[in-house]
């Protein structure tokens, strides 16, 4: 039996979460896979019911997980709270030392409709935004907020940046064979470093082609001619703000999933976006980056990809069948489309 620690969350999180297990449940009775759920509290949930965002209990079932899979968390609830839901978020990443962030974008010729972009760019899109988690200036010292000034710190050191960039490389060794290396190094240290240690790791992979592009341009590029990338590799802030970009690609925040891992622990699997409170408890969010999510988790930690593909086909099937939430221009409530993904799953899989 394999653990898994589930952490749904704020505002949408915990309606997506609970579609994505029906999802998995699903997969569980047609793959006779055994799977046991251990739901703990986090974020703004957790400073309501443990007044602190990660809770001991929370942080030790990950621990002890063999995956996790977490929803959102967050909302203007706890703006003014002393510690904020998206504290806990960030403790649980250094504390599982989940450094390397894996976010995929594609867009297939069936769903490039979907895009807000035309079709004629985004349509072959494939690419993947590999985020360094746990450095640079989310937890650079020293930090200050006073009155008259306030201070924040990018510190990245040369093993940090040579890690993550490692795990680019040998991503993109299995795909198209080139990365993009983004930084802001005609103004910041920490990307001159960055750039140095990139050229550096590049001559181990000499397979694979090394492109540096800066920061500004690369978001440009990125909704322009998204098709020119392959394995984009960038520090923390930065990957953060273009993979958010990167979802105007496909056509909604709601499709983009992402695996969190470190070099040995349990690894975490979460959507990109946020809490949505715009759109929570309305049943209209889009639960597919919660289904990805877990489908991420079933291949990369688990190697069920037999099980993962009937997901991802049951889902193509139910978008093609033009059953598709609010966020893409549908009328599916988010409770209807998980339900037609299952009856999809259920007849591929020949039930
Ligand atoms: N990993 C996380 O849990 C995470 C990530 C980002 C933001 N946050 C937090 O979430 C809260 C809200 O942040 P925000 O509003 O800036 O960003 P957000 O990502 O929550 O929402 C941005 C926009 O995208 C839409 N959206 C997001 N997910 C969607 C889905 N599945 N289906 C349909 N539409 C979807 C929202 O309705 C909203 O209009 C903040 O507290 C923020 O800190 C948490
Ligand atoms: C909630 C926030 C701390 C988080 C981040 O900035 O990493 C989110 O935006 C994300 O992309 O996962
Ligand atoms: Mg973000």
Known sequence: MKNIAILAGDGIGP???????????????????????????????????????LPEETLAGCRTSDAILLAAIGGPKWDDAPERPEQGLLALRKALALYANIRPITVSRHTAHLSPLKEAIVVGSDFVVVRELTGGIYFGEPRELIDSQAVDTCVYRAEEIRRIMRKAFSIARTRRKKVTSVDKSNVLATSKLWRRIAEEVALEFPDVTLEHQLVDSAAMVLITKP??????????MFGDILSDEASVIPGSLGLLPSASHSEDGPSLYEPIHGSAPDIAGQDIANPLSMIYSITMMLRQSFSLHEAADCIEAACDSVMAQGIITKDLGGTAATSQFTEAVIQQMTLKRGG
Not at 227 to 236: A, G, H, L, S
């Open 227 to 236: 098709t020119v990338f392959d394995v984009i590799v960038t520090e923390n």
């Open 15 to 53: 309606e997506i979460m609970a579609q994505g297990l029906k999802v998995l449940d699903k997969a569980q009775e047609l793959f006779q896979l055994d799977f046991a759920y251990h739901p703990y509290v986090i974020g703004g949930a957790a400073i309501d019911e443990k007044g602190t965002p």
